[in-house]
């Protein structure tokens, strides 16, 4: 049997592990897509880094296979993606999952939000949707 500890290893040697300064000299070119591949409650909770989109975990193979019906436009093979999640566990995993998947420039924020966030960088706001009445 495998570990999540073994399979999070196996993914970060797979993919770039990026520092808070790579990263956030990477977000400031613009060329990547940032990937947010957390919770939506843990979004709203929490917060994002400006400019992410969300993709949740549970849907990144879907969302990001050109041949999936559920193929966003915005995840593309050629194109440098990066993820993160809360502690750069699920980011890891699901940056192995896209480079299952043909994608040959990937990396993530190694520390994830909250070591972003402890080191100061900006989070915006991520509203709840407003909920229908019920009746």
Sequence with gaps: MTSVAEMVAAARARITN???????????????????????RERWRDGTIPGARHVPRGMIEFWADPESKYHKDYLSPERRVILFCAAGMRSALAG????????TNVAHLDTGLVGWKQAG???????????????
């Design 121 to 135: 960088g900006e989070v915006e706001a991520v509203p709840r949707p407003p909920v229908a009445d019920a009746e």
């Design 96 to 103: 192995a999952a896209l480079r299952d998947l043909g994608y």
């Design 18 to 40: 990026l520092s808070q300064t790579d990263f956030e000299r990477e977000r400031a070119g613009g060329e990547a897509v940032l990937i947010d591949v957390r919770d939506v």
